[in-house]
Structure formats: C-alpha cells, structure tokens
C-alpha cells in the first residue's frame, strides 16, 4: 500500500532555510487526483496545514507562511518537497506529509513525521 | 482565516461511555469537516470525513454528525483503544485548520 516517509535534518539554526523531502512508496505523486501536504504540530499542540502540491503541480499556501514556504515535486523519483526559510526557534515542530484525496477532500494518509529543532 | 474550537479540551470517561466532542466553525463550512485520531508518537488517523462519513477500517462505534458551523463526534460505547486525542479539521476553503484537540483520557 501507499506510505509516506519524510526526511531531512533534525537540527536547524535560527535564520537558515529548512529541506525536507517525502518520498512516496507504493503509489505514483502524478497518478489519482491526490494533493500532497505538509502539515505541522508544535510539541504538545495543534495541528496548522503549511501547503499543498497536486497531481498537476498547482500549489496553495498557508497565508501565514506563504512568505517563506516553498512546496515542490519531483514525479520522477515520486517525492515532493518543503522548503521554509528564516527559520525561528517558532518553527521548531513536528513535520507530516500527508495525502488529501483531492481539492476539498479529507487527508487520508500521514507519514510518521520528522521532528525539527531550530537552534543555535 | 476559519477558526475551529473543540470542547472539551479533556474528557475524562471510563471503558463502555457514550463520549461526545463538540467542534464549532466560526464561519459555515457546510459539511468540509473531518475527524482525526491521534495517539501518542503517532501520526493522525483520519476517522471521519465530510462530517458523517465513516473512513474505511473505522469501527462503527465512531459517527459524526452536524452541519455549517457546529458538528460532533460521537463515540458511542468507548474503548480502551480509544483513549486519545481528537482532531477536527475544516476543508472547505484555503487555508484549512484544525480544532485544538480534545484528550480522552481514562477517568
């Protein structure tokens, strides 16, 4: 079946960019109608939806961090990708990727999450 | 922005309860609503969606109902797989958001 595994550093300085990567296994980013997420949970918090790439490539941000987010794919290797810059020690959190069944559709899938730490 | 707020944010029940978390939209997001399952260490797991249907492999103990700005999840004989934190999130319009959970804990 699908599954969703994320990857990237666990430790980031104040002011620097964060890369992380969820690689796709089981399935194809390009096939369904499915959009792909990053979703983040502050320790002990809520959830806040960062952004989404579909199957087409179209992309929506979260206002909040649509300055400094990036999301990105690359179908050949069925990955896609978040970058978020000028990182804060506000941004350290738990980082998903997920799958939504599509545009107003539900996230039916998560990965395990990478924990990201910004400090000096 | 759409705003959902949970309550409880704890509950406190026993093994065999009816347990019923409340989820309010300050706006109308018609039936945009999903439910989700967290454990601890864990990801999400999504239980509900488009209010009241049931994801595929959820025990039918779980139902959710409501419509525009005020929706439930109803767990109806509670589980000891059940003790956990609850998410509701809104995906009627962009940017989506969450509840701010509610823990079911063992009372």
């Known amino acids: 079946q699908v599954q969703l595994q994320e990857s990237g550093p666990g430790l980031v300085k104040p002011s620097q960019t964060l890369s992380l990567t969820c690689t796709v296994s089981?399935?194809?980013?390009?096939?369904?109608?499915?959009?792909w997420n990053w979703i983040r949970q502050h320790p002990g918090r809520g959830l806040e939806w960062i952004a989404h790439?579909?199957?087409?490539?179209?992309?929506y941000y979260n206002p909040s961090l649509k300055s400094r987010v990036t999301i990105s794919s690359d179908t050949s290797k069925d990955q896609f990708s978040l970058k978020l810059s000028s990182l804060t020690v506000a941004d350290g959190a738990m980082y998903y990727c997920?799958?939504?069944?599509?545009?107003?559709?539900?996230?039916?899938?998560w990965g395990q999450g990478t924990l990201v730490t910004v400090s000096s | 922005d759409i705003q959902m707020t949970q309550s409880p944010s704890t509950l406190s029940a026993s093994v065999g309860d009816r347990v019923t978390i409340t989820c309010r939209a300050n706006w109308g997001i018609g039936n945009w609503l999903a439910w989700y399952q967290q454990k601890p260490g864990k990801a999400p797991k999504l239980l509900i969606y488009?209010?009241?249907s049931l994801e595929s492999g959820v025990p039918s103990r779980f139902s959710g109902s409501g419509y525009g700005t005020e929706f439930t999840l109803t767990i109806t004989s509670l589980q000891p797989d059940d003790f956990a934190t609850y998410y509701c999130?809104?995906?009627?319009?962009?940017?989506?958001?969450f509840g701010q959970g509610t823990k079911v804990e063992i009372k």
């Open positions: 997920a799958r939504a069944r599509g545009d107003n559709k539900p996230v039916d899938l």
């Open positions: 488009k209010t009241s």
């Open positions: 999130q809104h995906y009627n319009s962009y940017p989506w958001t």
């Open positions: 790439i579909s199957y087409t490539g179209y992309t």
């Open positions: 089981g399935g194809s980013i390009s096939s369904g109608d499915y959009y």
